[in-house]
Structures are given as C-alpha cells and as structure tokens.
C-alpha cells in the first residue's frame, strides 16, 4: 500500500507542477480541497476515492491511470520515438488510437514494446472496428 501511496504522490505533484499549478489552484479547478490534494501528494491519504482520482486527473489532463499507475520511462519513450517516426506518420494514426496505445503502454507487462508491437496493435486496432476513421 506505502509503494502505491507513494506513487500517487509523486504521479500527482509532477502533473501538477507540469501544468503549473499550485495545490491551491488546483483545488479550485478540481473541486478537490487543498487539504486532501496535500495529503494525497505527501502519501498520506490511504482513502483515496476514485471520483476524487478523477476530478484530479481530469483537472491535469491526464487520465486517471497515469496518477495510479507506475510509469514504464523505457515504454513512454519508445511510445514517443514510435509516434515521431515515418512509419506513424504513414499509418496516420488518430487520437484515439493513440489513446488506446497509451493506456496499453501503461500496463505494459513484457518490457517496453517494439515500433514493431505498435504496428500490431494498430492493425488490431483497426481490425477490431473500434476506431474513429
């Protein structure tokens, strides 16, 4: 439990710092107290509720999974050198699919994924009808 609390903590203090907001602005924007947002980045909030993860993650414009989820660094970047590459360009790849692609990539379990996995998942993607083309 300490390892996730910790995790939320640093997840959330680097979202916010990123979007550059004080812990004050941020609870106006997410209509989350600063209190709880101080205790949540201090990893003192052990009753963490899932509509309070969202107001937040929603506020950052992050998704929820980024603030609960430890973050592959390997994975992200290659996910970024995927998607900066000729062959992304070439498959115009829409925002969703990039969606689906970062959610994937968060839950990564084999070890960063290959440009070649991505081409993959695109393709099954497509395939499975669930996209926005």
């Given amino acids: 439990m300490a390892e996730k609390l910790t995790h939320i903590a640093n997840a959330l203090r680097q979202a916010r710092r ?3 907001l004080s812990q004050r602005q941020l609870a106006v ?3 989350v107290s600063r209190p709880t947002i101080a205790a949540l980045e201090l990893g003192k909030y052990e ?4 509509s309070t993860l969202a107001k ?3 506020a950052l414009e992050v998704s929820p999974n980024e603030l ?3 973050v592959d660094n390997d994975a992200m970047r290659i996910f970024d050198d995927f998607m900066a590459s000729p062959l992304a360009k070439m498959l115009k790849i829409s925002e969703r ?7 994937m990539q968060n839950n990564w379990n084999a070890g960063p994924p ?3 996995t991505f081409f993959f998942l695109i393709e099954a993607i497509r395939h499975s009808g669930n996209h926005d083309r």
Avoid: K
Avoid at 47 to 50: A, C, E, G, H, L
Avoid at 97 to 103: A, G, M
């Fill in 29 to 31: 924007v997410s209509d």
């Fill in 97 to 103: 699919e990039q969606d689906i692609l970062r959610v």
């Fill in 47 to 50: 009753n963490i509720q899932s």
């Fill in 68 to 70: 609960i989820a430890p």
């Fill in 56 to 58: 937040l993650a929603e």
């Fill in 18 to 20: 990123r979007a550059g």
């Fill in 114 to 116: 290959t440009f070649e």
